[in-house]
């Protein structure tokens, strides 16, 4: 499909559009902000030998958005008639209390300092046909891989969304976002027992991302292998004992643990745990954690947050120490800090909020073989489920696959392990860290407060003392 | 909605079928789904968000030669949509043929939405600042209890929507209804020994929410009994589910259930129709026609009229829940549980038994009671749980302590068979509902 300017799909001029902020000032507020989408979305799904069903979704809308002192009135209309704009713009104004009405200021657009967004060849502008062949690849990989592999599903998914935002301060910004990713899932049968294996790949990149960076092979045989392992895996001991994180994958922990209770809104109510440590040590000084929109083709990064601010590599913990919170313009402003461009929004009828990105725990000095070596007894956590943490600072993950650690060696292969803790304890107990900073899936959603964004995670590996293992007794 | 308005989503639907026919689809279905949302987030005394809107939003499904293509668009221009179905028949060409593709036969049956009361013509006329005042009482009566000492705040939604469904098989219904809810989050402790505990209310109907103050003092027992907790040793013990972890276990139920989950064999439930896979004593249903209640709907997203399904009957399994699709697949029924592209519970329920739940914890002489879990690790393949969970300590029928940073472990088909005592305390707080229960053993890992 042609990409239409926002003029097409919205049939408003700037002139219009200061009306509306305009508009949304009336009754006093300070801060209007109109937030423009198009985005178009492609399914492709393959499982039981064939292309079971492809889909193509258009989701075209404006959300309203203004502020007075800490509230916040939103609304949003995908019917773009004048009169309804009208109207939503006036039901965010309403939230202000009644004061003289503001002006918004002329808009000044201009582009985009950086393009972190690595597309040569853009999925939204491909073939059907070059897409269900990536899909077809993944899944007869996956499949012809070994005669236990009993059911694949692969799937291709992209979007590309278009996202104007302009307020009354006068920012008039554009982003063109591309996401794609390719996944599979494998079950494999044998002897009454049946497991299931996941990968996948993608990110903020064209389909030459399938060609040059990780192949459709490679993600049908990763999810093949994944279940074949599971198949022969033992479910773990319980009990506390020394946690080994694998790199990659393991990255999950931290966005669980730190990163959410780092957000910023949850330290302004402070109803984080951290809301009362910034500047104090919370782990050892081989601990840095950064969460880095910037980084080049990762599907949490953006050229602009959704409130239209440039995105900055921000610290969260130097060396041990509390550093630095992810920022919206709300709590920024109310907290008297810089923003660090992670207000983040699902789409046009949501608010922004702080949300992560791209987070990981900078690379250490350990050999990874050493910390294996270091542990006598314990548990090695490979791949993950998910998890989820509450403001308490008490998280969970779950462990999809791993392995026991035995004299200093990986054995038994482990499924289905929970691992629990409180964070500020976990973060003192992380007594080393790798020197093999890797990257999990792209392919990583991350919801809050019923918004689901785009993230990636990272670690090195690394060792845990002590950590609750959730499995046989 | 207004008459006018209604008809012409219907004509835009009517046109869109026959403009799928005329570009050489063989079946065309049409949905289009219109509403208004409210919602009040307030905190500390303060509105933090008030948002109100209004969307709409329309997706269709072609079929060519058994080859299927969905779409969805949330801009209704008529260019725009002409554009889109016309791109769904040229991508069903480019889709393999399916022989179970298709939409289902016309029936006959037809349920009248007005006898579900699915709407209640209150809702839309609420003045937003009796929602507002509403949202901030019960937040004021959460923060008057000394114990707690911050809170997530509390929300009042409500919603209005108009579902529209017409396809090329001569179905041409629609249904309004309506969903409002009432919420509270808290915190009790200070920053290093937080505890944390939410309580909410949701219902078609607006007179039907809980009060402020039921869902205020819940909301603060909740989170204080949390305080102090203590860790335990590993062990292997009985554990009492509180209703909304009943709930939580028939929800990954459902997904076992599921017949896409069966026909892709990612279900540890699948060939085990007619099987003893619970105790005698286990009931589970799946009911669409329950007057009132938050799954009701008079037919599904494919027009297949909903029905009362009998899941587990006396321990053995009797149905899968199935769209058009998936019964094909598994040469069954479908039973009303099309869910857009895939399948979802009506009212899914397990049946009470007749015990309270006071009388169930007095018999635990060791064991926990579950109050909440966090984290993932529910596996519908193998039926393997795995979760964080906070519960209370129990001996000799008496709570002892809170416990947190514990996890348990299981496996669902298991616990079916270890179910000892069902709870006389079935409430239909949310879609997928279940009494108190307690279950013989499960592991416990903690210290």
């Known amino acids: ?473 | 909605m207004t008459k006018a308005k209604a008809s012409q989503l219907i004509a835009l639907g009517e046109h869109l079928v026959s403009k799928g026919l005329s570009l050489g689809a063989d079946e065309v279905e049409v949905s289009i789904l219109e509403g208004t949302e409210f919602s009040v987030d307030v905190r500390m005394g303060q509105i933090e968000t008030l948002l109100e809107a209004g969307s709409r939003g329309l997706s269709l499904r072609v079929i060519k030669d058994q080859k299927t293509a969905h779409a969805s668009s949330s801009d209704l221009d008529r260019t725009q949509l002409e554009y889109l179905i016309r791109n769904a028949v040229r991508r069903a060409e480019l889709a393999s043929r399916d022989e179970c593709a298709g939409l289902p036969q016309l029936e006959k049956k037809h349920i009248e939405s007005s006898s579900l009361l699915l709407y209640d013509p209150e809702i839309p006329l609420l003045d937003p600042k009796d929602k507002i005042a509403l949202a901030l009482e019960t937040e004021r009566i959460g923060l008057s209890d000394k114990r707690i000492t911050n809170s997530h705040g509390a929300t009042l939604e409500t919603r209005a929507m108009r579902t529209f469904l017409i396809n090329s098989s001569g179905f041409r219904r629609d249904y309004e209804e309506t969903f409002c809810s009432l919420g509270l989050g808290l915190q009790a402790g200070d920053t290093d020994n937080k505890v944390e505990g939410s309580w909410s209310s949701a219902k078609r109907h607006f007179s039907s929410l809980e009060t402020p103050e039921k869902i205020a003092s819940t909301c603060i027992e909740r989170t204080v009994r949390q305080l102090h907790p203590k860790k335990i040793r590993t062990q292997i013990a009985p554990v009492i589910f509180e209703p909304p972890m009943t709930s939580w276990l028939m929800g990954f139920l459902c997904l076992c259930v599921s017949g896409t989950a069966i026909y892709q064999r990612a279900s540890f439930l699948a060939d085990k129709l007619g099987k003893k896979v619970a105790g005698e004593e286990i009931f589970v249903s799946d009911d669409g026609l329950m007057p009132g209640m938050l799954g009701t709907a008079p037919f599904d997203s494919e027009g297949v009229p909903s029905q009362k399904t009998e899941i587990i009957e006396g321990g053995i399994l009797k149905n899968y829940l199935c769209n058009t699709y998936a019964a094909k697949k598994l040469k069954v029924r479908a039973t009303g549980n099309a869910d857009g592209s895939g399948i979802g519970p009506h009212n899914l329920y397990l049946h009470k038994g007749t015990d309270s739940p006071d009388t169930i914890i007095s018999t635990l002489d060791k064991g926990l009671i579950l109050i909440r879990t966090i984290g993932y690790g529910l596996n519908p393949i193998n039926g393997d749980i795995s979760r964080g969970a906070f519960g209370l300590w129990v001996e000799k029928g008496e709570i002892i302590y809170p416990v947190s940073e514990i996890t348990i472990s299981g496996n669902l088909g298991q616990i079916l068979r270890a179910i000892e005592m069902i709870g006389n305390d079935l409430e239909f707080r949310s879609p997928i509902a279940g009494p108190t229960i307690k279950i013989s053993g499960l592991t416990l890992a903690g210290a």
């Open chain 1, 1 to 473: 499909m042609n990409p239409l300017s926002y003029e097409d799909h919205f049939y408003l001029k700037d002139s219009d559009l200061r009306k509306i902020l305009d508009m949304a000032l009336s009754r006093g507020g300070d801060f209007a902000e109109i937030f423009l989408e198009h985005r178009t979305f492609s399914l492709i799904n393959m499982e039981e030998d064939i292309i079971k069903d492809t889909s193509e979704s258009i989701s075209l809308g404006l959300g309203i958005r203004v502020n007075s002192g800490e509230k916040t009135g939103y609304a949003y209309t995908n019917d773009i008639a004048i009169e309804k704009i009208n109207r939503a713009s006036l039901t965010a104004a309403s939230i202000a209390a009644g004061g003289p009405a503001q002006r918004s200021l002329p808009l000044s657009s201009a582009p985009l300092p950086h393009n972190y967004y690595q597309v040569i060849d853009p999925a939204h502008k491909s073939s059907l046909q070059d897409k269900i062949s990536l899909v077809r690849r993944t899944y007869e990989a996956a499949y012809s891989f070994d005669p236990k592999i009993k059911k694949v599903k692969a799937s291709l998914v992209d979007y590309i969304q278009n996202v104007r935002i302009i307020n009354s301060e006068g920012l008039d910004r554009t982003d063109g976002r591309p996401l794609i990713k390719l996944v599979c899932l494998a079950v494999a049968e044998h002897a009454n027992k049946r497991e299931g294996g996941y990968c996948g790949g993608g990110g903020r990149v064209g389909l030459e991302y399938f060609r040059d960076v990780l192949t459709p092979e490679e993600i049908g045989q990763g999810a093949a292998e994944e279940s074949l392992h599971l198949l022969e895996a033992v479910l773990p001991p319980a009990g506390e004992m020394p946690v080994v994180l694998a790199p990659g994958h393991s990255g999950v922990l931290i966005h669980e643990a730190v990163g959410h209770l780092l957000e910023a809104d949850f330290n302004r109510k402070k109803t984080s745990i951290f809301w009362d440590k910034m500047g104090t040590r919370v782990g050892r000084p081989s601990l840095t954690i950064y969460d880095d929109p910037t980084l080049q083709g990762f599907r949490g990064s953006y050229n602009m947050d959704d409130e239209g601010t440039t995105p900055q590599k921000t610290p969260l913990i130097v060396n041990g120490k509390l550093v630095g919170l992810l920022q919206d313009r709300l709590s920024s402003r109310l907290m008297g800090l810089p923003v660090t461009g992670h207000g983040r929004r699902q789409d046009y009828t949501c608010i922004p909020i702080p949300r992560m990105s791209n987070t990981f725990i900078d690379k250490g000095e350990y050999d990874p073989g050493e910390i294996i070596k270091s542990v006598n007894k314990g548990f090695y956590a490979l791949k993950y489920q998910g998890g989820q943490v509450e403001d308490s600072g008490k998280f969970t993950f779950s462990v999809s696959s791993g392995f026991l650690i035995e004299d200093g060696h990986l054995t038994s292969p482990v499924k289905q392990a929970t691992l629990i803790g409180t964070n500020i304890d976990i973060l003192k107990k992380i007594v080393k860290v790798g020197a093999d900073l890797q990257f999990g899936f792209q392919t990583g959603t991350c919801g809050k407060e019923g918004q689901a964004v785009p993230v990636t995670d990272g670690c090195p590996t690394l060792k845990i003392a002590q950590m609750t293992v959730g499995g046989q007794t």
